[in-house]
């Protein structure tokens, strides 16, 4: 079992930047692919990207490619996303989530993930 923290979130102005970051508990972090998810009030969580127990694979939702970024220090245990040219619509509470059931792979399901962080917030003002 993992446990999940995320700090980083906060209130910015359009076109800023923010890095998260998600620390997580255990000493087998490595073997856990992580994901990232937002949601939004009045909305559902939506995937936003995932990175693969190694790193060498990422995937990000279409609405953030080229302006996110994870990456993951598995000697810290932690996995961070980086958010640039930040957009109001990026306005949502953040969670990073852990799988090790699927080979390690970036997954963008969220009911694939069974361990979630609390969730941080993120408020982009225009």
């Known amino acids: 079992q993992v446990q999940l923290v995320e700090s980083g979130g906060g209130l910015v102005q359009a076109g800023g930047s923010l890095r998260l970051s998600c620390a997580a508990s255990?000493?087998?972090?490595?073997?856990?692919?992580m994901g990232w998810f937002r949601q939004a009030p009045g909305k559902e969580r939506e995937f936003v990207g995932a990175?693969?127990?190694?790193?060498?694979?990422?995937n990000y939702a279409d609405s953030v490619k080229g302006r996110f970024s994870i990456s993951r220090d598995n000697a810290r245990n932690t996995v961070y996303l980086q958010m640039n040219s930040l957009k109001p619509e990026d306005t949502a509470v953040y969670y990073c989530?852990?799988?090790?059931?699927?080979?390690?792979?970036?997954?963008?399901?969220?009911?694939?993930?069974?361990?979630w962080g609390q969730g941080t917030q993120v408020t982009v003002s225009s």
């Open positions: 255990g000493r087998t972090f490595s073997g856990y692919a």
């Open positions: 990175i693969s127990s190694s790193g060498g694979r990422i």
């Open positions: 989530a852990a799988d090790r059931n699927h080979f390690g792979l970036p997954l963008v399901a969220a009911n694939q993930y069974p361990y």
